[in-house]
């Protein structure tokens, strides 16, 4: 049974949801080949199975970069590998002055119910004395069954960065909800050429919405590594993708479909050069030299201090600058996507 939420109610409802959005950790899950969601929720099976239809609508990003190659799977298990009918969780006895009630979220109408991933909140609708709405439980299975006292709460499930919320009023008969989470999931890696970038050499970060928009542009999640597994509400994003500190940053857009994982791989035209100053040809490299690397506009792309500095840049020309002993000394060079190269400044 469901009671239709009144203004009080609607107001709570939009508060509480605010205030939980701003709490949300920004932390990405590791994929690590597990499937995220399967088929039952409430004892039935799930529809739906893989999809037949890979790939994604992709804005080619700026800076004359291809767009990352992208390959589309579904997060449901297929019907071969997904598990028996369950039946509905069992519950103890239900005092008579209590209400069953069950929960269950899934993708779309005509999608698969989530598995993994999700937590499960439930509030009281009435502020406490100091304005607050407590939390009364909290549960992180697909498919939680609680008992309560008869009354209005506000039920709150994230699924990564997804989320969704319902006024609930249990009176006598068992509540069964089911919840609808439009997401889907995002995985990185970077290559350059067929290459793949080592992991803890390249991040990710994720911003609602297409580059070429305008408005709020702070990243949703923030440093995504390798293989992480990105979990968002359906929509257009852009993804930055940063090789190294220096310059070699590709943007791009990707779309998220719900129930469906995005394998995202950005390739990068860009290689690592090592930068030493020598005496003569061949020659050791000289410590304590301080090291700017500059475009031929005269922008500063990368200062360090050291015998071996290592910067990694986008394709591209360049000028190295080194000072040691109160000189200076400079040299032209030229990066190669791919080409990793150990750049000789002579001092003299």
Known sequence: MRGKPTDRFRKALCGLCAGLCAGLAVAATPAAGQALISGPGFGGAAPGGPSTNPGASLVAPGGGVAPPATIQSPLNIP?????????????????????????????????????????????????????????IREERTSAPAFVLPPGGYVVHVTFGQASASK????????????????????????????????????????????????????????????????????GTYTIVSNYGDGNAVV?????????????????????????????????????????????????????????????????????AIARNDGKVFERDFRVVTGVDSEIAVLAR
Do not use: C
């Open 251 to 319: 943007r791009s857009d990707i779309r998220v479909q719900p129930g469906k994982l995005t394998d995202v791989t950005v390739v990068h035209r860009a290689a690592v050069i090592t930068l030493k100053l020598v005496a003569t040809q061949n020659g050791e490299a000289l410590a304590n030299t301080a090291w700017s690397v500059l475009t031929p506009g005269g922008d500063v792309i990368k200062e360090s201090i050291g015998a071996f500095p290592r910067v990694i840049l986008a394709e591209g020309e360049y000028r």
């Open 79 to 135: 019907p071969s590998a997904a598990p028996p009918p369950q039946a509905a969780p069992s519950l103890p006895a239900v005092p008579g002055a209590q209400v069953a009630l069950y929960l269950a979220a899934r993708f779309g109408s005509d999608l698969g119910y989530i598995q993994n991933g999700l937590i499960w909140r439930i509030y009281s609708d009435r502020p406490d004395v100091h304005g607050a709405y407590r939390m």
């Open 167 to 234: 006024h609930i009023a249990l009176r006598a008969d068992t509540v069964r909800e089911i919840f609808t989470i439009p997401a889907g999931g995002l995985r990185f890696e970077g290559k350059v050429g067929d290459v793949r970038i080592p992991a803890g050499q390249i991040s990710f970060d994720v911003f609602k919405g297409s580059q070429f928009e305008v408005g709020d542009k702070r990243p949703m999640v923030q440093g995504a590594m390798t293989g992480d597994v990105v979990l968002v509400p359906e």
